[in-house]
């Protein structure tokens, strides 16, 4: 049977424990071998927000997920230059991973936008869709081919975003629910934000 390898992208801006919660639940529920973090170049639904630096963001997933060895961290979309389209990560580690079956985990909220994705159809043909939703979260009940398709993970949800760990970190709160203790010395020690 094909390994199950799981491909979760973003922003990272920062890493946090809503990100590295999916990815352990999936390893630990669906039998998968790892998990791959893909900090985005830039998101396309992202196009405007202040971002920090590529290295920084890149360093943050690196001490976050160094406490796991099922979780590894791919530069693919931040070495693009450009926007970063899923479709493009898919193509390149079927390419690594011929035999492997790619599973893209993303959130309810990604999901739900999913038709609005570059070429949604090339990454529903080539990874299996893997959703996180919060319990109790009402699966979307769309007749769009990507629900139907799609494996709904219910799980505990950690209430937490990237922009709310930034404006505690702006307003100089420490000890931040949710954000690895190393990730918000780092982000302390380099001014990230």
């Known amino acids: 049977m094909n390994k199950k390898i799981g491909i979760l ?4 801006n920062p890493i946090h424990e809503a990100h590295t ?7 630990n529920n669906y039998d998968a071998s790892k998990v791959i973090f893909i900090p985005c170049n830039v998101s396309p639904f ?8 590529n290295n920084q963001r890149l360093d943050m997933v690196r001490i976050a997920i160094q406490s796991n060895s ?10 693009s230059n450009s926007i970063s389209y899923t479709y493009q990560t898919i193509e390149h580690f079927k390419t690594i991973y011929p035999n492997e079956n790619l599973c893209l985990l993303v959130g309810g909220d990604q999901a739900e936008n ?13 990874a ?18 990507s629900y139907k398709k799609a494996i ?21 709160e420490k000890g931040i629910k949710f954000l690895n203790p190393n990730v918000e010395s780092y982000i302390n020690e380099n001014k990230v934000y």
Not at 9 to 12: D, K, L, N, V, W
Not at 22 to 27: G, H, N, P, S, T
């Open 9 to 12: 992208g973003g922003s990272f």
């Open 114 to 126: 999913f038709h609005n994705w570059k070429n949604w159809q090339y990454i529903l043909d080539n």
């Open 21 to 27: 919660s999916v990815a352990e639940f999936f390893l």
């Open 46 to 53: 992202k196009t405007n927000e202040s971002i920090a630096p």
């Open 152 to 172: 709904y993970m219910e799980m505990p949800f950690i209430e937490i975003s990237a922009s709310e760990i930034r404006e505690k970190i702006a307003i100089g």
């Open 70 to 79: 099922l979780f590894e961290v791919s530069e693919f979309e931040l070495k």
């Open 128 to 145: 299996d869709i893997y959703v996180a939703l919060r319990k109790g979260y009402k699966i979307p009940t769309y007749d769009f081919e």
